[in-house]
């Protein structure tokens, strides 16, 4: 959930699936069809107690997009994406510290959605990510341990709003994860019917993109009417040639069983762009509301782009938590 300035312009925030680029299948008459993809591959060690380095399968993307004129002022559109990853690489090890042998890949498909598309924004409904996958400012890959993050981020019923005029962006969703099957009472399994609500609020004037996203979740458990709540407000600078800086803070809420749980959470992140090499670091602070939890971390990164569509990159990470190790990853991701 690493966005920068550019990332939020119109185009990426109207693009279907989860790649940023694009090969044109079919244009005409009308009838335009896209495909996009990313493969990225990585040798991590994670941020914890006594872990081991490991491959890992970070990200497989493979998706087709499908936009239709039906007037000069209308189209429709429709996307699916399969998401390839491989179960977590530090996650493949028992209690002794013995391989388990579940290192086997997963298929999903993470996004089935049709929709409405206009100078008024655009109108989707499916399984869709939701807007907080797009919250966070980090310029990690992997070792921002410490950062902002939400509970809800993708789902099957999902209806989205977004709009973008290039200087004011704004955005709505509403989920409800009911299968239609429970019964609704109090007996039903927790979270069988959890409604999620979103919004988003950004402004961009000359260098700098400000935004705030807020997300509710009800009924988290039904027998208890828990709740959870989050939101975090982010701005970027791009007024300093080469140069990118960004700050967020953010709080999730929960009320769970009548114990109610806030954590608060900073982060503040820079890059350098020097030719083709991008160097990176962050600090991310998180602290939860009366423990004695106050967390830091840090991370440093380097990336070289092979090519516009290729990259290679190198990641340290560390934090002041408890039995917690310094981490590592390197990796390289192709697209198309």
Avoid at 16 to 32: P, R, T, W
Avoid at 88 to 114: I, K, M
Avoid at 147 to 156: L, N, R, T, V
């Amino acid at each position: 959930m690493k966005k920068t300035i550019l990332a939020m312009a119109v185009p990426a925030l109207l693009a279907a699936g989860s790649a940023s680029a694009s090969i044109n299948l079919y244009n005409a008459e009308g009838v335009k069809v896209d495909a996009s993809g990313a493969a990225e591959v990585q040798y991590i060690q994670k941020i914890g107690n006594d872990l081991d380095g490991a491959w890992k399968l970070e990200d497989g993307d493979f998706a087709i997009n499908t936009e239709v004129a039906v007037s000069d002022k209308l189209s429709v559109i429709g996307a699916m994406a399969f998401e390839f990853e491989m179960n977590d690489a530090n996650s493949n090890y028992d209690e002794n510290g013995d391989p388990t042998g579940e290192n086997r890949s997963n298929v999903e498909n993470d996004e089935l959605y049709v929709g409405f598309k206009g100078d008024w924004g655009q109108f989707t409904a499916g399984r869709q990510y939701l807007l907080m996958d797009d919250a966070g400012i980090t310029k990690d890959y992997e070792l921002s341990v410490n950062s902002f993050g939400a509970d809800y981020e993708q789902a099957a019923q999902v209806g989205k709003y977004v709009y973008d005029n290039g200087t004011f962006y704004g955005a709505l969703t509403y989920n409800d994860k009911s299968d239609g099957i429970e019964d609704g009472s109090a007996n039903s399994p927790a979270g069988d019917d959890v409604r999620v609500y979103e919004g988003r609020l950004g402004y961009r004037v000359a260098d700098v993109d400000a935004r705030v996203y807020y997300q509710k979740a009800d009924n988290v458990d039904r027998a208890n009417n828990d709740d959870k709540d989050a939101y975090n407000f982010e701005i970027e600078y791009a007024g300093i040639e080469n140069v990118g800086i960004a700050a967020s803070y953010g709080r999730t809420s929960s009320d769970i069983g009548g114990v109610d749980t806030d954590t608060d959470y900073i982060s503040l992140a820079a890059d350098y762009t020097m030719g083709k090499t991008t160097y990176a670091i962050g600090y991310d602070n998180q602290d939860v509301d009366g423990e004695n939890s106050d967390v830091n971390g840090y991370y440093a990164n380097v990336t070289y782009a092979l090519h516009s569509n290729a990259k290679v990159y190198a990641e340290v990470g560390d934090s002041d938590g408890d039995e917690k190790d310094w981490g590592y990853v390197a990796g390289m991701e192709v697209k198309f």
